[in-house]
């Protein structure tokens, strides 16, 4: 797999290429990437993967005109190739006003940029895989009332990522990323239930052992037999960590200013308001040492910083790209992400909500009957209204006691009444891209038996 050097290397003779072509302006990422993975089910080896990928995107602007190409492969023909149809291509697109790089002046240098020990100089062999997928299935059915497996895996990966633009921009880095798995089914027939765990980390030191979550899994599972039925009402609903972290997701899609200028959000003209309750703090961290989605810079060669984008129960402004902050009239705030293919989206890096001041069992121990939801079905969200309804599973909480599990019913709301009505629990943990503790929330419909 080629290295930084080669990738940024490739960059600066793609731009060549481009203003030979008659590109005015233009950019260039280069991503390449190799991963492997085993799967192990019953004890045997069933599936060995290896893949290598790479992919350049070019973007080319003559005055307001832009287009975008992209390809798998890269040399000196290709690279010529691809300038002359982008720059065709572009001749021939309509104006967009508020298409173009990223202010100059607000572009990061490579001194700016910090060390986020993203990648792990130890690359696990083929049989290392094996033993940690092996140890993680073997645990998993090594647990009380499990009686089959869909089996366990391991794998890791490493990529390369580079971005060079035509006005002085250049960077890149190179990540790692450890996984492990297991899936497991407890129960016989239609008793069947089934559910798993993972992990990933950049590095091989921050992930649990394969026992460990081999373990989890198949407690997990083994909780979920006998699901009883809930009845419709009103109770207090409790979101585990597993699937807290989709509240907040919706809340991002929200503040993407791509949404905000298409006027297709339910945070629209809500800026000065109240949204959560004032403790609670949303804070997005790109500079989380070993973090998953760390990053020095952004999809345009702006700076990444650190920021609250909830604090005092108020939301503190939107996600923008430099697109998006032009058609705003705001400016762009180092969220630009860029893939191969087509114009830099908008996105959040690492995002947490800051735990609360109540513990989880003294949370569930307030709860005379309720849900510990534990999975969600669907995509009945409206990013316009705000409007929630998803099929969940979980756990029926009575007298302060998680007691049988329940599966069959929908759970309904307000995105924005939910977030006024959230209660975060201390139980945060920080290993995944958004972490959110447990949180509680009043007032939302169950539509059950």
């Known amino acids: 797999m080629i290295d930084s050097s080669m990738a940024l290397d490739r960059c600066e003779r793609m731009l060549q290429a481009a203003r030979k072509a008659g590109a005015e302006t233009a950019d260039v990422v280069m991503s390449a990437s190799a991963s492997e993975s085993v799967t192990v089910r019953l004890g045997a080896l069933e599936d060995a993967e290896r893949s290598e990928e790479e992919a350049v995107g070019l973007r080319v602007f003559i005055g307001q005109q832009s287009a975008t190409v992209s390809a798998s492969t890269f040399s000196n023909d290709a690279a010529a190739e691809m300038a002359e149809r982008a720059v065709a291509m572009a001749r021939l697109a309509p104006e967009d006003p508020y298409a173009g790089l990223a202010p100059e002046h607000l572009l990061s240098s490579a001194a700016d940029h910090r060390d986020l020990d993203l990648a792990d100089p130890a690359e696990p062999s083929p049989t290392e895989l094996k033993v940690r997928a ?5 645990a998993a059915r090594g647990v009380a009332g499990v009686t ?5 895996s391991a794998s890791f990966g490493q990529s390369v990522v580079a971005l060079a633009t035509s006005h002085g921009f250049s960077g890149a880095y190179r990540a790692t990323s450890h996984g492990i798995s297991a899936s497991v089914i407890a129960g016989e027939g239609d008793a069947m239930q089934r559910d798993y765990a993972y992990r990933t980390a950049r590095h091989l030191a921050d992930l649990p052992s394969g026992t460990d979550i081999g373990v989890l899994a198949g407690e997990r599972t083994v909780a979920r037999l006998n699901p009883q039925t809930m009845p419709s009402g009103r ?3 409790l979101f585990d960590p597993r699937v807290s972290d989709s509240l907040v997701g919706h809340l991002l899609g929200a503040m993407n200013g ?3 200028a298409r006027r297709s959000s339910f945070l629209l003209d809500r800026l000065e308001d109240e949204i959560f309750p004032d403790s609670i703090i ?11 989605r760390s990053r020095a810079f952004d999809g345009e060669g702006l700076l990444t910083r650190q920021s609250d984008l909830v604090k005092n129960g108020k939301v503190t402004g939107w996600i923008l790209n430099a697109a998006s902050a032009r058609q705003l009239g705001l400016a762009p705030t180092g969220h630009a992400s860029r893939g191969g293919s087509g114009a830099p989206g908008a996105s959040v890096t690492n995002v947490h909500m800051q735990p609360g001041a109540i513990t989880r069992a003294a949370m569930i121990a307030d709860v005379e009957d309720g849900i510990l939801v534990t999975e969600l079905v669907g995509q009945g969200v409206n990013g316009v209204t705000g409007d929630y309804s998803r099929a969940a599973s979980g756990f029926r909480i009575r ?5 049988e599990p329940v599966s069959g019913f929908t759970i309904a709301g307000n995105l924005l009444d939910m977030y006024a009505a959230m209660t975060p629990a201390d139980d945060l943990a920080m290993h995944q891209a958004v972490n959110v503790p447990t949180v509680r929330v009043d007032g939302m419909t169950i539509a059950g038996a």
Not at 134 to 138: F, G, P, T
């Open 134 to 138: 092996l140890e993680a299935e073997e």
């Open 148 to 152: 089959n497996s869909q089996g366990g």
């Open 235 to 237: 109770v207090p609903i």
């Open 258 to 260: 791509a949404a905000i």
């Open 282 to 292: 949303i804070t997005d961290d790109p500079h989380r040492l070993r973090g998953p």
């Open 399 to 403: 007298n302060g006691v998680v007691s």
